[in-house]
Each structure stands twice: as C-alpha cells, then as structure tokens.
C-alpha cells in the first residue's frame, strides 16, 4: 500500500493491501467508509471536530447499530457512538486517511481506558482525496465518485453484516483474497473534496 502526499491517493496494487484497505474501510458497518465520507464533506468549512460525529452518525447499518446500541431510543447511545467513532478514528488515521490533534487537554487518540475519553475532543483533518485498487489481471477503470457506489463495491467483497461467529475468520479472509486474486483492473474512489 503507498500513500502519495502530493497527489493525496492511497494505491493498493497487491491481493494483501487490497484486503487490508477493504477491511478498514468495511469496519464497524462499513463505518469506515461512512465516517471518512462525512470527515470529507464537513471538512469544507475547516477542520472537523469529532465530537460532531455523535448527533450526526454517518453508520447507517441497521444491524450494526442495534447490535452495538448505537440508535437514539438507547439511553447510552452518546457514550457507545463516541466510542465506536473513537474506534474509527484510530483504524484510519493508520491507515494514513487522516490526522488528528487532541484538544482541551485530551489524551491522545488510542487504546486507553474508557474514563479517560468521556470528555475528550478531537480535530480532523482527511488527508486522502482517493483511492486506487489494482487488481492483479487486467481490465477496465472504474471511477466511483459517490458513497452509495463505494458501499456497493465494498459489500461486493465484503457483506455489510458482522461476520457470522460460528465461521472461522481464516476461511472467510480466504475466500476474499481469493475474491480479490480474480478481480480485474481498476477501481478509483473519489472522496468528496476539501
């Protein structure tokens, strides 16, 4: 996986960092690519601070949410949605999606104990304008330029449901790098603009 500052794209060309990037962005209901699809809209106006996440939840899975407590007939659904979005955070600013900087003296961004984030706040900054999957036989460019799109290519390799539990998850990552091996050409998601 190569992440290109100057032209602000992540390149994924092997069957491993495929996987890798389609996990990520699949993670938590496909909240990967939610969230940072909402970072990049938002980010028009500035920096995003985080917490604007919790009122405004980008995780539309309905399975996702009542599993985790996370729609607004919960009590605790605040608590649960900053934690997940917490969760998200960390996977892509690893993955190099974005940067973020502590505010109010809050800890930095990682595994701590919960305690210590109740009131924490973060801004965002998206880094990556698009990403660009190179499968390994070759075919045709695709350009994805909206989320519904990015979600259908996503679910295409990976269901937009938790995993089954009753299903090893070595099987199921060898069906998708399998998956991944016999896909063909290219496809390029372009995130919103900022």
Request: positive net charge.
């Amino acid at each position: 996986m190569i992440f290109n500052p100057d032209s602000r794209e992540i390149i994924a060309s092997d069957v491993t960092s495929i996987f890798r990037l389609l996990r990520m962005l699949w993670y938590a209901g496909h909240g990967g690519l939610s969230l940072y699809w909402a970072i990049c809209e938002e980010s028009k106006k500035g920096f995003v601070n985080a917490r604007y996440f919790i009122d405004h939840f980008p995780i539309k899975s309905y399975v996702f949410c009542e599993r985790y407590r996370l729609s607004q007939k919960f009590e605790d659904y605040k608590e649960n949605r900053w934690k997940w979005i917490r969760k998200i955070l960390i996977g892509l600013r690893k993955y190099g999606f974005i940067e973020v900087t502590p505010l109010n003296n809050s800890p930095p961004l990682g595994v701590q104990p919960n305690k210590n984030f109740i009131d924490a706040d973060y801004l965002v900054k998206p880094l990556v304008s698009r990403v660009i999957f190179k499968f390994p036989k070759p075919g045709k460019r695709r350009d994805i330029y909206n989320i519904v799109e990015a979600h259908q290519f996503i679910q295409k390799y990976i269901s937009r449901h938790i995993w089954p539990r009753y299903v090893p998850h070595s099987r199921i990552r060898r069906k998708i790098k399998k998956m991944i091996r016999r896909s063909k050409g290219e496809i390029v998601i372009h995130f919103p603009s900022f």
